[in-house]
């Protein structure tokens, strides 16, 4: 963006066009990238844009090379009145071999003179360049590095859903009043006055924290006169053909949350009908049936609960014109309620581990309100960190094909890192009990896992996975700083990102059914059990009796996650 507002005068003209705002001159400015919500400029077309100042006394072009070749420019200065005709370039690509991250953002790599009327130069692959004839190498504003990025902290707030708060049981809670903000200033008559307005007010009543995917979505009164968040978009918005053409929903919430149990009043103001959806876990897409569990339910009690848009299982309640929906997601083990009765329980024998909360309507005005999302006593709530395969901190080693922007917009910031030679290698830090390797898999990739240099799991298998989904989980580790090691042994592995996981837990963790487990499994040998079985962890194989994963070496292991009340012992979480 700098590249663009630091090397013309940018903003609003006013009505008699004497601002000096610069303008864009069409004849000078091309783009041959191909796309269009996903655009791909790796095809090595010219791509650029000049902008002028309407004094023509400068001007400034800006070139975005993101292909792997290096191209040419040849820019000829006509109708200008120029001054001092020299011309800085101003360059941000990605390091050099041993470089910090930000060595090469947006600095002065070269000035120029026009040669026979032409000034010439040559851009990098993977850069983005302006070359302006506005004298900016002594300016402190140009020269000033972005500021870093501070810690990413994952969202968990008290119960007014405002404050940042660790210590309680709840994530998130919205009640769509807002009293306690009271009234806020805001900008007028562009900025050069302020003026008080009621906190709803001042932003269109549009709810805190919540992204709309579709619908219009907005806090009104209800017939006792309390605030709730209504979906206005009726039955005349349904077969419009639009761009996103899926019913209405809004996200909220944190990636990286993992255990938790969300709650939502939903209500049917319309008298021609309406449905209400509550989803969980969700990762990507702009459709309600994107949250990896959501139930649905009308006012004549009908519901159906989904595994993102596969019906699993459905049913009837009491009609009403209100529920209480919930959706408690604990490991693969998934329930749904309906005012607080358990309608149905999912346990995802490849479940995905973590995602925001969703709420959906179809096109009939529909309330909700009292949305609350609550920890899980003995499971960790959410992932602490998400680090992208591109990251700095990943090593890589043997042969691995490495595809950056260019990437589908489902992968994390569009890039992947993918091997099919074995004996390619990755390792990455992480600080928790274990990690997900994430990315979308065949199940193919079969590994052997060293952690802080020791072997930890022999010819470990891998799942079928689409994206933003776990191929992989490694559990049990002492919770602290790790450094682990996969080693390709055969087929294909698609890597993405990774997430640590926390083994802070809220309560005791229930190790019942691994202590039960390893009661039953004795003390065995090696012979007593089958060859290893790929996949994520799951129930023990039945015959002939074999200890559970965590105790055998050809499984990934799992727990321990660290009790808040002292309890190390190994789970199933």
Same mark, same amino acid.
Request: net charge negative.
């Given at each position: 963006?700098?590249?663009?507002?630091?090397?013309?005068?940018?903003? @609003?003209?006013?009505?008699?066009?004497?601002?000096?705002?610069?303008?864009?001159?069409?004849?000078?400015?091309?783009?041959?990238?191909?796309?269009?919500?996903?655009?791909?400029?790796?095809?090595?077309?010219?791509?650029?844009?000049?902008?002028?100042?309407?004094?023509?006394?400068?001007?400034?072009?800006?070139?975005?090379?993101?292909?792997?070749?290096?191209?040419?420019?040849?820019?000829?200065?006509?109708?200008?009145?120029?001054?001092?005709?020299?011309?800085?370039?101003?360059?941000?690509?990605?390091?050099?071999?041993?470089?910090?991250?930000?060595?090469?953002?947006?600095?002065?790599?070269?000035?120029?003179?026009?040669?026979?009327?032409?000034?010439?130069?040559?851009?990098?692959?993977?850069?983005?360049?302006?070359?302006?004839?506005?004298?900016?190498?002594?300016?402190?504003?140009?020269?000033?590095?972005?500021?870093?990025?501070?810690?990413?902290?994952?969202?968990?707030?008290?119960?007014? #859903?405002?404050?940042?708060?660790?210590?309680?049981? $709840?994530?998130?809670?919205?009640?769509?009043?807002?009293?306690?903000?009271?009234?806020?200033?805001?900008?007028?008559?562009? #900025?050069?006055?302020?003026?008080?307005?009621?906190?709803?007010? +001042?932003?269109?009543?549009?709810?805190?924290?919540?992204?709309?995917?579709?619908?219009?979505?907005?806090?009104?009164?209800?017939?006792?006169?309390?605030?709730?968040?209504?979906?206005?978009?009726?039955?005349?918005?349904?077969?419009?053909?639009?761009?996103?053409?899926?019913?209405?929903?809004?996200?909220?919430?944190?990636?990286?949350?993992?255990?938790?149990?969300?709650?939502?009043?939903?209500?049917?103001?319309?008298?021609?009908?309406?449905?209400?959806?509550?989803?969980?876990?969700?990762?990507?897409?702009?459709?309600?049936?994107?949250?990896?569990?959501?139930?649905?339910?009308?006012?004549?009690?009908? @519901?159906?609960?989904?595994?993102?848009?596969?019906?699993?299982?459905?049913?009837?309640?009491?009609?009403?014109?209100?529920?209480?929906? =919930?959706?408690?997601?604990?490991?693969?083990?998934?329930?749904?309620?309906?005012?607080?009765? =358990?309608?149905?329980?999912?346990?995802?024998?490849?479940?995905?581990?973590?995602? &925001?909360?969703?709420?959906?309507?179809?096109?009939?005005?529909?309330?909700?309100?009292?949305?609350?999302?609550? *920890?899980?006593?003995?499971?960790?709530?959410?992932?602490?960190?998400?680090?992208?395969?591109?990251?700095?901190?990943?090593?890589?080693?043997?042969?691995?094909?490495?595809?950056?922007?260019?990437?589908?917009?489902?992968? @994390?910031?569009? %890039?992947?890192?993918? +091997?099919?030679?074995?004996?390619? +290698?990755?390792?990455?830090?992480?600080?928790?009990?274990?990690?997900?390797?994430?990315?979308?898999?065949?199940?193919?990739?079969?590994?052997?896992?060293?952690?802080?240099? *020791?072997?930890?799991?022999?010819?470990?298998?891998?799942?079928?996975?689409?994206? &933003?989904?776990?191929?992989?989980?490694?559990?049990?580790?002492?919770?602290?700083?790790?450094?682990?090691?996969?080693?390709?042994?055969?087929?294909?592995?698609?890597?993405?990102?990774?997430?640590?996981?926390?083994?802070?837990?809220?309560?005791? $963790?229930?190790?019942?059914?691994?202590?039960?487990?390893?009661?039953?499994?004795?003390?065995?040998?090696?012979?007593?059990?089958?060859?290893?079985?790929?996949?994520?962890?799951?129930?023990?194989?039945?015959?002939?009796?074999?200890?559970?994963?965590?105790?055998?070496?050809?499984?990934?292991?799992?727990?321990?996650? &660290? %009790?808040?009340?002292?309890?190390?012992?190994?789970?199933?979480?």
């Amino acid at each position: 963006m700098q590249h663009f507002t630091q090397f013309a005068r940018t903003g @609003w003209e006013n009505d008699t066009n004497t601002a000096g705002i610069w303008r864009t001159v069409p004849e000078a400015s091309y783009s041959g990238v191909s796309g269009t919500e996903n655009v791909d400029g790796s095809n090595g077309a010219p791509s650029y844009m000049t902008l002028a100042d309407p004094r023509r006394k400068d001007f400034s072009t800006v070139v975005v090379n993101d292909s792997d070749r290096r191209k040419t420019y040849r820019i000829k200065a006509r109708n200008m009145r120029l001054g001092d005709p020299t011309m800085e370039i101003w360059e941000t690509r990605g390091p050099d071999a041993g470089q910090a991250y930000d060595a090469n953002l947006k600095h002065l790599v070269d000035e120029i003179r026009p040669d026979d009327g032409y000034y010439t130069y040559t851009v990098e692959p993977r850069s983005i360049v302006t070359l302006t004839t506005l004298d900016k190498s002594r300016d402190k504003e140009t020269r000033r590095r972005l500021p870093g990025s501070g810690e990413r902290t994952v969202l968990d707030t008290d119960a007014t #859903g405002k404050r940042h708060d660790v210590r309680d049981s $709840v994530l998130y809670a919205d009640d769509f009043g807002y009293e306690e903000e009271g009234d806020v200033e805001v900008g007028t008559a562009g #900025g050069t006055r302020t003026t008080s307005q009621p906190y709803l007010a +001042s932003r269109g009543n549009q709810p805190r924290y919540m992204v709309d995917q579709t619908g219009a979505w907005e806090i009104g009164k209800d017939a006792d006169g309390d605030n709730v968040l209504y979906q206005y978009m009726d039955q005349s918005m349904k077969d419009t053909h639009a761009w996103n053409w899926h019913t209405p929903n809004t996200t909220v919430g944190d990636f990286r949350w993992e255990n938790y149990r969300a709650t939502v009043d939903v209500s049917f103001p319309d008298p021609q009908g309406g449905l209400a959806t509550l989803g969980v876990r969700q990762q990507k897409g702009m459709a309600a049936s994107d949250a990896a569990y959501n139930i649905r339910v009308g006012p004549d009690g009908t @519901w159906t609960f989904y595994e993102y848009g596969t019906v699993i299982a459905n049913g009837t309640v009491a009609a009403a014109d209100r529920y209480r929906l =919930a959706i408690e997601a604990k490991g693969a083990s998934i329930t749904a309620y309906i005012d607080g009765k =358990a309608v149905h329980t999912y346990q995802d024998p490849t479940p995905q581990a973590e995602g &925001r909360v969703k709420l959906g309507s179809d096109f009939h005005t529909t309330a909700f309100d009292n949305l609350k999302v609550e *920890k899980i006593d003995g499971y960790a709530p959410y992932a602490t960190a998400l680090t992208d395969s591109m990251d700095a901190s990943v090593a890589y080693s043997g042969a691995w094909s490495r595809k950056a922007a260019f990437g589908d917009a489902m992968d @994390w910031y569009r %890039s992947t890192s993918t +091997s099919r030679t074995a004996g390619a +290698s990755f390792s990455v830090p992480f600080t928790g009990t274990g990690i997900d390797i994430i990315g979308g898999n065949t199940g193919s990739a079969v590994f052997d896992v060293h952690v802080d240099g *020791k072997p930890i799991a022999k010819d470990a298998g891998t799942v079928a996975s689409d994206r &933003r989904r776990a191929t992989y989980a490694l559990r049990g580790l002492p919770d602290r700083a790790h450094t682990a090691t996969f080693v390709l042994k055969s087929g294909t592995i698609v890597f993405d990102a990774f997430t640590a996981i926390s083994g802070d837990v809220d309560g005791r $963790v229930d190790t019942a059914a691994i202590r039960d487990s390893l009661a039953e499994a004795g003390d065995p040998v090696p012979g007593d059990y089958p060859p290893p079985t790929r996949g994520l962890c799951s129930t023990p194989p039945a015959r002939p009796p074999g200890p559970p994963c965590a105790a055998r070496r050809d499984w990934t292991p799992w727990g321990p996650p &660290r %009790s808040r009340t002292g309890s190390t012992t190994p789970s199933h979480d």
